[in-house]
């Protein structure tokens, strides 16, 4: 998954403005206890950190 789809799914399920305050400020145990936006830095995939929200946040199938 590139990081343009991750953002865009991000906002799609969050809203434009609020995807980027959970990004920075939610801190996620499927992520190791980073928030997203220290996963991505730390090199994780992008696919795997928004399996790891949509599994946090109980994101709707048809949303993944």
């Known amino acids: 998954m590139r990081l343009t789809d991750f953002w865009r799914r991000m906002a799609e399920h969050f809203g434009s403005g609020y995807a980027d305050t ?6 996620m145990s499927e992520l190791g206890g980073r928030t997203v936006h220290e996963a991505l830095d730390a ?12 599994a946090a946040m109980e994101v709707p199938p048809e949303r993944r």
């Open 22 to 27: 959970f990004a920075r400020d939610h801190v």
């Open 43 to 54: 090199g994780w995939d992008a696919k795997t950190v928004w399996r790891a929200v949509c």
